[in-house]
Nanobody
Framework: QVQLVESGGGLVQAGGSLRLSCAAS????????VGWYRQAPGKQRELVAV???????NYADSVKGRFTISRDNAKNTVYLQMNSLKPEDTAVYYC?????????WGQGTQVTVSS
């Protein structure tokens, strides 16, 4: 059974930082694409950052230079370091891993940035 468990969300002031974690069981991150998505109230879920097995990383334009996705293979955990947070970054953040055969999501963690 695959499980993705996110943590690290919370309330932070604009300009602050948070680090989200996503720990996986039942799937090995380094063999698959892994990413972070977010969904703000009334908006569609959007890609924040994705890392593919070969190491390439893509970021949404809105977070480039502020967010960094990384992976700890020993812990089978993916992180999203978020710096210089803005109120518009407020959303539920979801961890995702997928292959050509399956697509798994975490339960989400709330990030709220106050102005």
């Amino acid at each position: 059974q695959v499980q993705l468990v996110e943590s690290g969300g919370g309330l932070v002031q604009a300009g602050g930082s948070l680090r989200l974690s996503c720990a996986a069981s039942g799937v090995i991150f380094r063999f698959n694409a892994v990413g972070w998505y977010r969904q703000a109230p009334g908006k569609q879920r959007e890609l924040v950052a994705v890392r593919i097995p070969g190491g390439a990383v893509n970021y949404a334009d809105s977070v480039k230079g502020r967010f960094t996705i990384s992976r700890d293979n020993a812990k089978n955990t993916v992180y999203l370091q978020m710096n210089s947070l803005k109120p518009e970054d407020t959303a539920v953040y979801y961890c995702n891993t997928k292959s050509s055969l399956w697509d798994y999501w975490g339960q989400g963690t709330q990030v709220t940035v106050s102005s």
